[in-house]
């Protein structure tokens, strides 16, 4: 006996009248929905993901998506998705794998924090009329400083400086890899950076030698797989960072499907061409932190202690613990990964049932780096669904010095969060190798929409803060009394150490 199939998410529908049967929804779709036979364009529904390429392409408009036309009798515990995946398994015997952050209707703490502002009794600054100062450094800050004079009666700084990455925007762009995202995408995002003076990380994937010009803005990825790391790769990139876990997976390594692992993949990554990239859950030599300890080291002594070396992690039940012995460890940021990061492709049921919300991360790991006395060893970086300048000013109010964005910077770039990155078939040539779709994405495109984004966030970021009678982004950073809760309950209330609005 069979399954059968299931009813379709999306319908799609073109209004006759309006077509000019241009054909641009048969050349544009990658999933092959649309199909000529005769004179008429003929329409498979069932395979539509609802990544909107028609739609965006159809020049007379004509085209029409309905979501979930057919449902199943409603339920409130057996839900449409819960029935589908049982069936899918039923079929399949397999994970179900899925791509993008967790995608289930959970409460968003964001929403439920405010920002403040000045009035009467405190002066609000105007960001247009005055300076606001919104570098940031990455890296350990010297507890004190010290002098000496010199012989000439100068005077010169004796403290020995960590290295720093200076920023000239709180906002970096996150590890997404060659192989998970096109080169295009890639491109796109590293001329972005380089122009408005942050960084981007590299992924997993090794740095392809198309990106080598922008490579003092890119940040290179050390993760259990090793997958591209060898001495070049580690002094090209501006600081190196360790990837112990990421949000969307935590507890298991990364996953680039074969399909997508091409002859400039796999030279890049230096792994056999269509061939599954599977990382390894644990850094197989790194068991407790005396063993990061090591690592770390190696990779400061062959990079001759020049570069700030990262830690990532995913945002797990005990992550203040974890960062703080990360502290201790002689690295120079802990990035954590919030429950809500993107991934191009994982399980579905670590996506969106493992880890904890960025927000309470940031603030139980920026409230024990304080009570450590540790919080000047190390910069925090958030990341993990951070989606506007709101997100990212309540992020460093509650203790993150900046945040990567990933999903973020590929909406820019035309995503439109189908989840379907592990298909290798993204229609706007941002997780694809395929030739015929990554040459849709023109990174100088790509480029401008990417920086205007930030460059938008940054302006407004000016503003919040401004408002709220803040000229430094050092003045922001754990300033939680600048946060009230609303509709959160005392216990997350006390986690996040903020008051409840009208308090
Ligand atoms: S998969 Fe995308 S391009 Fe194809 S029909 Fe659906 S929305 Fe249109
Ligand atoms: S990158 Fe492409 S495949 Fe992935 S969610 Fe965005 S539009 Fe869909």
């Known amino acids: 006996m069979t399954l059968g199939s299931v009813p379709p998410k999306f319908k799609v529908s073109i209004d006759r009248d309006q077509c000019m049967d241009c054909g641009r929804c048969i050349e544009n779709c990658s999933y092959g929905v649309y199909r000529r036979e005769g004179d008429k364009i003929l329409i498979e529904s069932r395979k539509c993901t609802g990544c909107l390429r028609c739609v965006a392409m159809c020049p007379r408009d004509a085209i029409t998506l309905t979501e979930k036309p057919i449902d199943y009798r409603s339920h409130p515990l057996w839900t449409r998705e819960v029935r589908e995946d049982i069936i899918k398994q039923a079929r399949s015997g397999k994970i179900i794998l899925s791509g993008m952050g967790n995608a289930r209707d959970l409460p968003v703490i964001y929403d439920r924090l405010l920002l403040d502002a000045c009035q009467v009794t405190n002066p609000s600054i105007d960001p247009l009329r005055e300076p606001m100062e919104l570098r940031t450094y990455i890296g350990k800050k010297p507890s004190k400083l010290n002098f000496r004079k010199t012989e000439s009666g100068d005077v010169e700084l004796e403290t020995k400086l960590a290295p720093n990455l200076k920023l000239n925007t709180p906002i970096m762009i996150g590890h997404m890899s060659f192989g998970a995202i096109s080169l295009n995408a890639q491109l796109s995002m590293a001329k972005a950076v380089t122009e408005l003076g942050t960084y981007m990380g590299t992924g997993e994937g090794g740095?392809?030698?198309?990106?080598?010009?922008?490579?003092?803005?890119?940040?290179?990825?050390?993760?259990?797989?090793?997958?591209?790391?060898?001495?070049?790769?580690?002094?090209?990139?501006?600081?190196?960072?360790?990837?112990?876990?990421?949000?969307?997976?935590?507890?298991?390594?990364?996953?680039?499907?074969?399909?997508?692992?091409?002859?400039?993949?796999?030279?890049?990554?230096?792994?056999?061409?269509?061939?599954?990239?599977?990382?390894?859950?644990?850094?197989?030599?790194?068991?407790?932190?005396?063993?990061?300890?090591?690592?770390?080291?190696?990779?400061?002594?062959?990079?001759?202690?020049?570069?700030?070396?990262?830690?990532?992690?995913?945002?797990?039940?005990?992550?203040?613990?974890?960062?703080?012995?990360?502290?201790?460890?002689?690295?120079?940021?802990?990035?954590?990964?919030?429950?809500?990061?993107?991934?191009?492709?994982?399980?579905?049921?670590?996506?969106?049932?493992v880890g904890i919300p960025i927000e309470v991360a940031i603030a139980s790991v920026d409230q024990k780096l304080r009570e450590q006395g540790v919080r000047n060893e190390i910069s925090i970086i958030a990341s993990g669904?951070?989606?506007?300048?709101?997100?990212?000013?309540?992020?460093?109010?509650?203790?993150?010095?900046?945040?990567?964005?990933?999903?973020?910077?590929?909406?820019?770039?035309?995503?439109?969060v189908c989840g379907n990155c592990y298909r290798n078939l993204c229609p706007w040539g941002i997780a694809t190798q395929r030739p015929e779709l990554v040459s849709r994405l023109d990174p100088e495109r790509g480029a401008v929409q990417v920086s205007n984004l930030i460059r938008g966030w940054t302006m407004e970021l000016s503003e919040l803060m401004g408002a709220a009678g803040i000229n430094s982004i050092e003045s922001l950073r754990g300033?939680?009394?600048?946060?009230?809760?609303?509709?959160?309950?005392?216990?997350?209330?006390?986690?996040?150490?903020?008051?409840?609005?009208?308090?």
């Open 479 to 503: 300033n939680r009394d600048r946060l009230r809760g609303y509709m959160l309950d005392e216990g997350m209330l006390k986690i996040l150490d903020v008051l409840p609005a009208g308090a």
């Open 385 to 416: 669904g951070i989606r506007s300048s709101a997100d990212l000013a309540k992020s460093i109010a509650l203790g993150a010095d900046a945040v990567n964005i990933g999903t973020a910077a590929l909406v820019a770039l035309g995503c439109r």
């Open 207 to 353: 740095l392809h030698r198309d990106l080598y010009p922008y490579q003092d803005h890119m940040i290179v990825q050390v993760a259990s797989g090793r997958f591209g790391v060898n001495i070049d790769y580690l002094e090209r990139g501006a600081a190196i960072e360790i990837k112990i876990g990421q949000g969307a997976k935590p507890g298991i390594g990364g996953h680039l499907p074969g399909e997508k692992v091409n002859e400039e993949v796999s030279r890049t990554r230096m792994i056999p061409v269509g061939s599954d990239a599977i990382s390894p859950a644990p850094h197989h030599d790194i068991y407790s932190i005396e063993d990061l300890v090591q690592l770390i080291r190696s990779l400061k002594e062959a990079t001759e202690w020049k570069k700030p070396v990262f830690v990532k992690i995913a945002a797990v039940h005990n992550v203040a613990p974890i960062a703080a012995g990360i502290a201790r460890s002689s690295a120079d940021a802990v990035v954590i990964d919030g429950f809500r990061g993107g991934t191009g492709a994982a399980p579905k049921v670590f996506r969106d049932n």
